[in-house]
């Protein structure tokens, strides 16, 4: 018979020698060259956001316009007066200037502008139109004025009649004038006059001379032309029939 194996203390108590445990480790795995890859571009990619954003690692930039030589008072810009420059956006931003040569393309200088100057908002009259014209502003009422329905760039048609009843005259002052702007006529602290100034680019000074004289002595109607295309009237005046009358028509 075999005699029976003596179990030790430890083991009756359920405790193993520390000497006598396993201890399980599991290496981390190497990344594979997928992995290294895909890393690589993304960091690229947030790289070459980045430096797009920033202006290739500098500051954030911005193109402001400035004149390519001096100008004069009352001349035109376009791009043979106008270049670009880079700076700063917040400087750009504290300048209060143009950002494209589009903007003021047509537009004219109001006062001297030195060669390689920033071309500023207040030294420009904007929006005007791109050829020679004389401006003119005159009162009129909202009732003969599309009761104030205007805006600029709109073309409109000046009629201006003399006289009053059955012996008056209209004739036609300007086809197609560019309105420049309108707004209403202040009257003291009041407000609204129920008036409107509206300030018309003339084409030429026989236009200017009539429109001056009908806003002093005519009823004055302005009739909008923006939508008219290519269609015009036979004649340029109408009179009454008494007027007709005593002219022998």
Not at 77 to 92: F, I, N, Q, Y
Not at 103 to 128: F, K, M, N
């Amino acid at each position: 018979m075999r005699r029976p194996r003596a179990i030790s203390p430890e083991a009756q108590q359920g405790n193993h020698p520390t000497s006598m445990r396993r201890t399980s480790t599991r290496r981390p795995g190497k990344p594979n060259s997928r992995t290294i890859v895909g890393g690589l571009l993304v960091s690229t990619a947030a790289l070459a956001a980045f430096l797009i954003v920033t202006g290739a690692g500098g500051t954030p930039q911005q193109s402001i316009v400035i004149s390519r030589r001096a100008l004069v008072a009352g001349e035109r810009l376009d791009s043979s007066t106008l270049t670009t420059t880079t700076v700063e956006r917040k400087t750009a931003n504290s300048f209060h200037g143009f950002t494209t040569i589009d903007q003021l393309t047509g537009a004219v200088a109001l006062a001297p502008i030195g060669e390689g100057e920033l071309v500023q908002r207040s030294a420009v009259l904007t929006g005007g139109p791109s050829g020679p014209t004389r401006e003119f502003s005159f009162p009129i009422d909202r009732d003969r004025a599309l009761n104030g329905d205007l805006r600029s760039g709109e073309r409109v048609d000046v009629l201006a009649t003399y006289g009053s009843g059955t012996d008056a005259a209209t004739t036609v002052l300007a086809r197609d004038a560019n309105v420049i702007r309108s707004t209403d006529a202040k009257s003291g602290t009041l407000g609204s006059s129920g008036k409107l100034i509206i300030t018309l680019a003339l084409a030429s000074a026989d236009q200017l001379l009539d429109a001056a004289h009908a806003a002093q002595v005519a009823s004055i109607t302005v009739v909008r032309s923006t939508l008219a295309g290519d269609t015009v009237g036979t004649r340029s005046s109408t009179t009454g029939p008494l007027a007709r009358a005593s002219a022998g028509r």
